[in-house]
């Protein structure tokens, strides 16, 4: 009970921009970017408290419990690259090509006779 009420409290920041409508096209990629960025963040912090725990578990340790938590370090390491790399790698190619989250309006075509609905 004490875990879901912290994590309630975690969550509320997030659950107060969930009363924003999606409106159009902006506003729905503007929410996607959001998610993305917040679940890259939460990754990060996730890698870097798996590197920290496995460092505190492999000075306590000895012997053959050493090469166990040495692998993890390693792989910990190995994950908290890949994903600042794919994430620099993102950043590098939005910034390249000059992205922008505005869909052009004026580009959708019109229907000059619309159906009427009955």
Request: glycine share 6%.
């Amino acid at each position: 009970m004490k875990k879901f009420i912290a994590s309630l409290a975690f969550l509320t920041p997030a659950t107060a921009f969930a009363a924003q409508p999606i409106t159009d096209v902006n506003s729905l990629t503007s929410k996607i970017t959001g998610i993305g960025n917040t679940i890259i963040g939460i990754l990060i912090s996730l890698a870097v408290i798996w590197i920290i725990v496995n460092v505190v578990r492999f000075i306590m340790a000895s012997g053959d419990d050493r090469a166990a938590h040495r692998a993890s370090i390693l792989w910990g390491i190995v994950g908290l690259f890949v994903i600042l790399s794919i994430w620099g790698l993102v950043n590098i190619l939005s910034g390249t090509f000059v992205t922008n989250n505005q869909a052009p309006i004026q580009d959708f075509p019109v229907n000059p006779n619309p159906i009427p609905v009955q």
